[in-house]
């Protein structure tokens, strides 16, 4: 859904519903790393010109949620290395200013994952990695924590 609720704010809103299943050892199950639930709000806004080469600001925030996430089943492993059954619910924010200078001439500051949520312990049994345990295919989420970023976008 697209709508103003104020003037030059522009407001997306999303909603999306996942029923992914697959077939794993002859049962039916909801298939790894899908969430079921996700949502996405955006809001952008921009200061008006009045003449084509006048300086203009953009602003962009935006909420993604994801809900929760069947994870492959571990609880065959030793105790401390198992995997959860399911990720948690977490929000991702990303934001950016851009001031236009003129048609064609931008300069931008951003940041993404700015509440810095991080998935703890990616790998499983890390400290050993020739081990039978390992396993690296168990993310969920984000990694890395808060990014900044800026640049400069010219159109020719």
């Known amino acids: 859904m697209n709508f103003q609720p104020v003037e030059k704010l522009e407001t997306r809103i999303a909603y999306r519903f996942y029923d992914v299943r697959q077939t794993i050892n002859g049962t039916l199950r909801e298939r790894p790393f899908v969430a079921q639930h996700r949502a996405f709000i955006n809001f952008g806004y921009a200061t008006g010109r009045e003449e084509d080469d006048e300086a203009q600001m953009l602003y962009d925030v935006t909420l993604q949620w994801f809900g929760k996430k069947r994870m492959p089943d571990t609880q065959t492993n030793p105790t401390g290395l198992q995997s959860r059954r399911t990720s948690p619910e977490y929000i991702l ?6 001031r ?13 994952n700015l509440l810095n949520f991080r998935q703890s312990n990616p790998i499983l049994d890390a400290a050993n990695p020739n081990g039978s345990y390992f396993d690296s295919s168990l993310i969920w989420g984000p990694i890395y924590g808060r990014t900044a970023y800026a640049g400069l976008r010219w159109r020719i």
């Not at 924010?93 to 851009?98: E, F, I, K, M, S």
């Not at 236009?100 to 993404?112: H, K, M, Q, R, T």
């Open 100 to 112: 236009s200078f003129f048609a064609g001439f931008d300069i931008y500051l951003g940041v993404e």
């Open 93 to 98: 924010a990303n934001g950016q200013v851009t």
